[in-house]
Structure formats: C-alpha cells, structure tokens
C-alpha cells in the first residue's frame, strides 16, 4: 500500500502541500485565535433546488415561515444557478467569471479596496452596485441598514496570475486550480486589510462562479427584498435566519451563508470543538475572520474539496463520520478508506449539534449542486423532499411546514408543480444506508441548444440514487377539470347518494378510493368535488370523514402522483371546511368556523354544535396569538371537538389543555408544528399527515395517532398515553420516557430509541414501544423495510420498559444495544401487544395477518416474528421484589 | 403493587390540602434548640467533682452553658455548645473566675477541629446552627462571615465606612427584591429578603426538610423549589410560594404541576455539576420516590445533559413558549452554570423570554454532586457575575431581568457580595441544610447515609426529624439572616438591597487591593 501511496498520489498530496504552503503568508501575526464574541446556537435553515430557474420570491415564502427560528439580527441568501439577464452580463461572462461581491460597510472604502485588491488583480468584465431599495425602512423588521455592495464580475489579470504562480511555488496547479486559488486568497487578504484588522471598512460576501450571497442585520428575507431580488432567477436557494445571541449587531459579517469558493454553507447548530476545529485549519494556514462556526465550516469544505480533491462522499466523511453498527457494515473497502479518513480528519469534525445546507456551483461542469448534511448525533432537525416531474424540485429545510411553503409558492407561479412534495423524508447522520446526507444536482442535458435546459438527480452520500417510481404524473391543477360524462357521473351519484343515505364513512371513502384508480385525474377531481358538494351542508361530518381517510390511508394510485391525489382530496376537504359557517354567521349544523379575523368571536358551542374548525391562517406560531391558544380557550368554553387545519408550523396544538382532558379530540390538518400533544393528559389527537418535532413530551394520558412520520424527541420524558404512528420517527423517540406510555411505530427509528427509558414492566401496566419496521411502496402495499432498526443505542441505559421488534430475519444484533438484552416473546408479552396491533389496523390498514405475521407472503407465528428488547437488569428480577 | 402505580398517585390527606391553618406559618422567632443532647460547640466546658451545685454559674453565664431545672439542685451538663470561651474570661465575670471551687474549665472542644470544611468551617457550621435557634446573629467568637476556602467570597471584602449616616434607621431598609422586570403582563412576584431556597428534589431530600423549606417560603414570602423530582402533593397548600423545575429528566413534570407554579425555573445545568444531569442513585429511589418519578424502583435515575429537545437558543425559545402556552401566567427562570461565555448565554436567556437568569456557580452542591466535577469545571461565580451583570448593562437590558446568583452562598455576608458584584438576589441550599442539623459529611448520595437524616428517604429514617421543628430553625434562620442583611447595608449607609446591586466599587479582594487602597 505504501508503494502505491508513493507511486500514484504523491503527485496529488505535493499539490495540495504546495497550496497549503503557498497560503503561508496569510497567517496573522501575533495569536490568530479570537474566541467567537457571540454564541449562536440554532437556526432556521432552509434550500432548495429547481430544474427550473425562479424568482428569490420563492425563498421568501420558507424564510418567513420560519422567522421564529431567528431573531432578526442576522440572515442571508444564496442563489446558485443564475440567468444572465437578471445580473446584467452575458452567458460567457456568467459561466466564465467570478462574482466578486465586496460588502461596504463603509462607502468610502470603495476606492480604497479597488486600489488594492481588484484594479491589479482582475480584468473586471462588468461592474455595478448591487441594486437596492431607497430606503431600508420600507422593509418590514429591517432596522439596522445593510451595507452596500459592489458587484465586479472578474477573472484573474494574465500576468497577476503568472506572478502568483511562480511566487508561491503553484506549478503543479491546473489553469482553473490557480484561478480558484489566486481569486481565495486575494479575497483572504482583502479581509484581512479592511475588516480583521479592525478596520471593519468592508468585507467579500462572495467569490464564487455562478453563485451570489446576500447577506443583512435582519431576517433572510429581508435581503431578497432589500436587494430586489424577487424576481432575480436561480436554480439553487438557500437561505438562513440567524440567531445571534449579543444583542446590537450592526453588520452582518457574521451572517449566513459563508463562502468558500464556489460553495455558499448555512449551519444550524454549533460546535463544541470550534477551538479545536479552527486550530486544524490554523496548521493549513487558514485563519477565520468572522469567528463564527460557520466560516470554519466552509473552510473545511473547501479545503477537503479544492486542496485534498476529495470527492464528495470522503468531504462528508470526514465532517459525520460513520460510526458503531454503520462502520461495521460498511463494505471492507469503504472501511479501510474511511478508517484513513477518519484518523487523519478527526479534527476537522465538527462536534455537533450541526446541520448544514450547501449551495454548490460546480462551474466545470455547469451544474449546480443542492448538499444538506447532518451530523452523526443528528441533534438538529431536519427534512428532505423531492417532487419529481415536468419540472423537478429537491428541498430540505428544518421544518417541514417550510418545505410546504416553499412548493406552495413555487406551484402559485407554475402549475406542474405541486403543493406537496411526492417524498419526504429523514437522513440518518453517520449511516452506512445514506450517509446521513443527501444531494441533488440540477445539471444541464445534453445535447441542447440555446439557453440549456436542466434536469436533477438525487444522490445520497454514496451516490445512490433516490428515484421514484416511473410511470406517474402530476396533475396539472390550475386548469379546470373537464365536465365529465354521464357515464362517469351518473353510477358515482348514485353510490354517493347511497353512502350518504346510510351515513357510510366507509363506502364513501371507497368509492373516492375506486375513483384514484378508474378515473383519470379529470375525474377524480369531479369526484372529490362531488362528495364535497353533496355533504357540505347537510353531511359536512361525513364528508370529512371519508376525505380525510382517502387523505390518511396508502392505496394504489396508479399512474396519478400520490401527492397530486392528496392536493385534490384536501382541496375537497377545504371545500367542506370553508362552507362551513362562522361563529357570527347564521346557520345550523354542528360545526362552527373561527379564523384569525374572526378570534375574538370566541364563544362556547350553543344548539347541538359540537366542532370548532380553526383556520390557522393568520395566527402566529406562538404566544397569545397562536391558534392553540384559541383552541384551549374553545375547550374552556364547552367545545370538545376541534379541527385545525391550514397550520403552516404554528405549534402547540393538543397541548396546553391541562389535565383531565378525557373527551376532548382535536384533529390536526396540513403542518402542525412543534411540541404537539406535549403534556397532553386524557385527550385525543389525530394528525392528518407528517407531524414535526418534540411530539407528545411528558405525555401523560390520551391517544396520538400520527398518518406519516413524526420528528426528533417524540415523547421524550413521556408518563403515558397510547401513540399510534404510521410511519417512522425521528432521532430519539421515548428517550427518558418513564410510567406507561404505549406507543406503535410501524416503520422504524434513526437512533436511540427509548433511551433511558424507565417505564416499569411493561407486563404490569409499564410502558413499551412497538417497532414493526415496515413501509409503505407507492402502490400503498406494506413491505419489510431492510432493516427494522438501523440505528444503535437500542432501549440504551434503560431501566425498565421494553421494546417490541418485528424482526423475522434477526437483524438487531447485540452491538446495536447498551444495556439492554434480545429475549424472544412470551404468551404473555403478545397478549400484552396484540390490542394495540388490532387498533393500529383499524387505523391504519396495517393487517395483523397478511401484513405483519407474514414473511414472505407465509404467515408465522408471532413468536417466529416479533422479539423483546428489555433492560438487562429486569431480566430475572422483578424490579419490585426487594420492597414487596 | 405496581413499580409504576402512576395512575393512583396517593392522594395526600385531606387536611394538607384543605386546612388552610396548616399552611399558615408566621415568621414569629421562637427557640428551636438543637435535637441531639450533645451539640457541637466550639469550646467544651468540664465540671469536676469539686462541683457542689451551688448554682453561681447559673447566676454567672449569660449564655445558658449552666443550666440547673428548678426546683431540684442537681446541675446538668453544661450546654457547652452555647460557650463563648475565653471571650468571656475578657469579661472577667466568667464562670471558670466566679465558681468558689475552681470546678469548671473551659476548653476548646478537639472535636470542633475535626468538623467542618475549608469552605463550610467548623465556625460557619455553629454559627448557623446558632442562628437557627435562637433567630439572631451568632456571637462574635465564632466567625459568621467567611470560611477558610482561600477563594471565592472568602477573599473578598468590604470596605465599610467609618461610620453609617446618621439619618439612616434600620427599620427604613427594604429587603424586597422584584423578580419580573420585564413589564409584560405576568406578575411581578416580590420576594420580601434577597434570597430564595434552591430546588431540591423529593428524592433527594427528606420530605420534612422540603415541606420545612416550602414553610418558611411562605412565611418570610419568598420560594422553595421542587427541584426535579417532580411535584409531590403535599407541597399544594404552598403552591404560591413553591417553584417547580423543569429539568432534563422531565421526571414528575405535567402540565398540572406546571400550571400550579407561579416560577417555572428550567434546570438546563447546575454550577456543581455542569455537563452532567442530574443522577438519582438507586438507594434513594424508594417507592414513594419512584411513585412520583414514575420509574422503577430501586434504580439509578439519570437526567441527560442537555434537554435532548433544546440544543440551541431558538430551540430554548420554543421551549420557553411551550410553557408559556401551558401556563401563561408563570415567571420563567432559567437555571444556567457558569461557563466562559455565561454572558452571551444569559443574554440569549433573555431574548428567548425568562425573567430569570439563575446563574449556579461552583461552590455548591452536596456531597451527591462528584468531585471531579464539583471541583474542576466553570468559572467561579463571583466571576460570573459580575460578568454577566456587566454584559447586560451593555446590552442595554439590565434592568429588565432578574439576575439570581447561587453555588456556595452561606452567609448574608456572601449574599451581600453577590449582590454588589451584580446579582439582584441569591439562592441558597446547603444553608438551609446546615440550618437543620447538616455537619456536611457528604455522604449525601447514600440513601440511609445521612448522619442528620436530612438526606434521606428512607421510609423510617425521615421520621427523626419533626416538621414543627425543622419549620421553626428555618423561619429562625431567615429572620437571622435577614437581620445581619439589613444590618450590613445600613454599615455600608444603604438604603436598600437594590442600591447594593453592582456596587462592587464597596468590595475590595485580599490578594489584588488593599483595604482602603486609592479608588
């Protein structure tokens, strides 16, 4: 090995020692280490990539919503992927040049920093002051200024470069590299002389080919309307609220994203190793300047990218490492790789909590690259989604309610896209499955004339492909359906009327469930609109009901896109809802409607009403004017049903009510946010689709049943209750739960699951988790996932509680626990377990039989299928015995 | 039963509940001598056979060491405990001088030596003994004001005035401290003495001494807190003076507790262990413990560090609006140590939305805490906060948060330091233990190992300690201390504690300044 090392990379390692060397010179006198001024710990992050170029108008959509992330004194943007026309230069010039933007944070420092660092660096092709608004005050929440900034479109002077290449020894370097490298360090320089030096006169916002950043004392958003960038174009966004602890902040030199070279970073999270991390780079002559994470972040990034070429996966390698279980079953090749790099890079890791979002420009290839990465621990909340189509969109974001926003602004300006997205899902930090990252690449076709047109692939860390399945297509709804013909309409009439003359919830579901697959997407929606239109009034309940089965329940969609058919069964859903009437209005029925315009109406339920539907739209995420605040005082006032729907993130739903809620139901429509059901004590609540972060903590008593995946820390210090979800969970499910709490998650969990937990002996009224390990195909059928507990730290340090595992093949091994010991099931433990299996195939058509004791299409014992995971130490003993 | 009979969590008598004149404590001072026949004192006292009960050291000691029941002529032994020793020779009306036969010496008690630590000396631990009997500031032979640690609020001083103004009574000094500053629509919450009782879980502790703690808390208008280990229902009659904990275990925390509390205090670390959480060993957790906790008995309880839902400032926020949801009237405190950059973190505590900002230095904690941790990690607090209390004076912020200092602080004179290096009030623990009886031997860990039986939850150990009792050295306790408080500031010619606050220009530090050194 060593031969090889010598004989084919040492070329490569002299190069990158060459430019390590060559940067020398850049190293501060006197201590280059300055402790950051300001803790910063989480953020809103969000990004996303199109096949298409659009407007910073749809940044601002996620931005916004997740403005209770920040807190306006830092935020920024990025946009990769640029159209010519909206920056003023050509094609060439575009493709060709970097685009230098020098931040002025003192106007006058202009001449001065184009005397030293552009004028004798740079051909400038062009050159302009970034437009901006007249006056700063016009935009809302904006209060410190932000600073001018100078846009030259440039690239290296011949014989600047030629100096530079002999004077720092760069002769191994391609044309490019040195480009890159000379464009790095003049800008390294130009910070130091104008900003690090104290001088604080200005500072580079960006160098990078094809990508800009903006960045503002103030909210993210705030920059795409301050430097008029609604309508500027871009393939790739990203975007970042800030959450600077020290209170006066008056330039935004510590605001996300960073730059590297052609790569913009926001981070999510902070380090506990900055010191440590900043003194890796320090040894490869890079000193930060801004003394933020952040910065460190993305001079890792690029020093791994540029001076080691690392290709990507080694880059993410050497931020998460693959650890425990992963490592193990990584192929050997991989192993002996990552082993290098992990010995090599440790310091360079960042100790987390991290998550970062990267907006790529990979200029050689005219592409442009969306990166989200977490960290091994996975501390940080995070979200990807993909809809796929005539136009492509890959997104990830902290929330997924910003996400939603995000399709939601998009498919208001074009109708192939769609609201929702056709898959979203969580990656696994430091996983042998994908990484814990995932990227997409919108890169040009080939073969095509003119202005390029794009398509996007979505890789994981290893480069495996995530695609979806072929065949399925959108629907294209902002055109009106076509009246359809008798032969559709007549026989459906007739079985609505008839469901609803028996009042049938499950016949009508049926038959919206039959039209998805007879009817084409024309007819479905005449469909969905039918059922609306005939119970709005005088059935609004059943209508609901069924709409929200055919929203909930997986079934085969055909060749429509299941997130098309859902857009349109919620449009129905929507129909029912808003017919309904208001608290002021007339009207009878047992529904009544509040709206943020309508709040202060709140009164208690009068004549025979029963359900208080509460449009969220309007309402803030939280304090006195968070719709769960309406609903708690509703439940005050009498009412014992209640609906919210069109929540795009605001939390606190099903929680607040206080204890002994028995009675109260509360249904969860579009993107409930955080901490919902947390503390909840006897009440029910059902969400209708994905549920977030920080669910059901110190849950006590009541039902949750979740139709999709819930987020990190579901019923964490939990007492109680019985959970039902249909899909997986996050990071760190029932960690610290203690008492009774019950919970069946039907896919799986990234990592430590019920950690901690202390629920007593679940065979004597204590607490235990289901793990059935399985997941819905496009086709709606179940299928075993490949593992049904992927992670480590199972059931780790726990004292009491157990958890239940589908786990035919025997694939939870003894490494992936911590204290906690495989047994096989009892008589016992399956009487204990089988209700709650009964009731989660009434909820969620997951059969006992044909689902989950079968393996391989035969039907086993459920002896041959689950097993038990319990602490070690409640093994032989019963936990009580020595008091008894 | 059950290990986790959550679902009938013993109701507490009726009469906790609804008698309200058991909830009614006053802050009379009344003797409250010490349990044990032989209390430790300074100075040991022998009569030898030479006595012949004539009773003259009766007549002579005015501190109670000579004690003879009417109407019998028998002497008892003498409470030497209550000995001011040579001092009283300086007199010259001693009752080694007066006794006709020469049969009593006065000695210093070789025992005294062995007590004690260089933080809690053997003096400090006397001295609050003595206040928590008689409710009054100690004598002057035992030093009430600083121990021996060679650090912290031990080498810091006062430089008092000369003289106090002549104008200023001490009935006119004001005590109180506010606790919600920031003008929303919550309560202002008014402590009547600069300090309240730290949190102390029921599991930890006796659940005498707790109820005591929350006793006293009502009397003197100030709080106890419930620490982590959930709400036990007998502190409800105290709701109003009682705050709960939100720690990283979560253990016993519901929204009915939570609704209960006027303060929400989120432990996020504690100064004696910063970057551990909190750890309940298995001797402790009793099935009573394990009822309110709702986890197994018997076994080792840990609280993660951090709160696995709050890994960031935004993430600390949307916590705080959780509870805000839950309980829209509580003051919010939040709980922090002292690491190196407390200041950004207090700040940030701050945006988020508390009104308290409880910093918990190094000094404290109880022999639960490991050394390692206890003795290596954080910045000291005198430190912190005065740190801190400048950072957000340059915030602009200052005055509206409340900035409670903790870890260490034993005396009033320690509390009269933390405030005028910035603090606006303290919290204290290991005091209030000393007060009942703590001789801090540290085996506070064990569940049966506590000398005091204050430590405990042992289901028979508990009953030593009688909860009138423990009731009344608190209450005499904080009347002492309130008493040496008002009688510092008026020394210093301040009016209240609030003009205290940030005056460090009053304090000068042993090893850097002089005393009277050029200002």
New interface residues.
Partial sequence: MIDRFNTIERGALERAEAIVRSRAALRPRGNWFV?SP???????VTGFACTEAVGGRHIYEPSIQMR????GKGGGIAACGLIPADLNVSREVLESHYILQVALLDPSAKGDIEQQFITPSFDVAEAYMVPTLDDHREVELLEVKPPDVARYFVRPKKAALERFRAEKGLEGLTATELEDEFVFQNSTRLNDVFYASGEMRGFVMSHAKNLIIMKIVGYAEAAVQYYRMHDTRAHVWIAHQR?P????VWHPGGAHPFIGLNEALVH???FANYHATSEYLSIRNLFPKFMTDTEVSVLIFDLLNRVYKYPLEYIIEALAPTTEGDFDRLPEEKQRVYRQIQAVHVHASPDG?WFFIIARSLAEQKAFQLVGITDTAM??PQVFALQEGAVSVGLVCSEKQAIDATLASLASEDSRITPLADRYWNARGGSATSGGSFMFTVSPKNGAAGDPTYRMVTTNKFGAAVTLPEGQLHCDLSKPYAVQGEAVTRAHKAAIAEAIEKNDVLDLYLILRGGVSALDYDGFRWLVDEVAARTQTDRPGLGIEALTLALDLRYPTGDKKRSSVLTIVRAGLDRIFEKQPLLRDDGGGVYRRITFETRELLRGPENGETTLLIDARGFTP???T?D??VA?RAWTLGWRRLIHYNSRGT??HA?????ETEGLRVDCYDNPG??LG????GLEVYVHGNAQ??LC??A?EGKLVVYGDVG??FL??A??GVHYIMGNAAG?PL??A???PKAVINGTALDYLAE?F????PL????FVVVNGIEFDEQGEVNPLKHPYPGSNLLS?A??GAVYIRDPEGAVVDEQLNGGVITSLTEADWRLIRPYLEENERLFDIRIKRDLLSVGGEERSPFDVYRKVMPK??LHTS??E??? | MSVTASRNLSQPPKEFVEDPDFARVNRTVRPAPPRYRNELGKYSVHRSAKCESCGQCVVTCEHGVHVRPRPYQLMTRPFDYRCIGPDCEATGNACTQKCPNGALKVMENPAFKTLGDFRWTADLLASTWHMAETGHAPPAHLESEVGNSGGGFDKLRFAFPAAPPKDLRKADIRTEVVLNRRGDDRPKRKIDVPWYGGGMSFGSTNIRVLLSKARVARAWNSFTCTGEGGYPDRFIPYADNVITQMATGLFGVREETLRRAPIVEYKYAQGAKPGLGGHLLGDKNTPAVARLREAVVGTSLFSPFPFHSVYSVEDHKKHLDWVSHITPRSLLSAKVSTPVDVDMVAVGVYYAGAHIVHMDGSYGGTGAAPNIAKKNIAMPIEYAINRVHQFLTDEGIRDNITLIASGGIRTPMDMAKAIALGADAVVVGTGELVAVGCIRCGACESGRGCARSIATTDTELYKIIELEWCTQRLVNLYNAWREMMVDILHRLGLDSVAALRGRTDLLYHLDYERKGAAR
């Avoid at chain 1, 209770?68 to 807190?71: E, F, L, S, T």
């Avoid at chain 1, 929680?655 to 204890?659: E, L, R």
């Avoid at chain 1, 947390?678 to 004590?681: L, N, Q, R, T, Y």
């Fill in positions: 402790p300001e803790a910063e710990g989480g953020c809103g209770n992330r920040g807190n959450y602890t020290k209170g006066r999510n999270g902070d909590p501390l940080r939280e304090g006195e968070c769960a605040r708690t939390r606190f929680a607040g009510f206080g204890p955080d901490y947390s503390g909840m004590d972060d920080q903590q110190i006590k990190q820390t964490y210090g007492k109680g760190r960690i610290n203690v008492g009774r901690s202390m629920a007593g002996d004597t009224d204590g607490g340090l004292s009491g130490s409640m936990p009580n020595e008091y008894e």
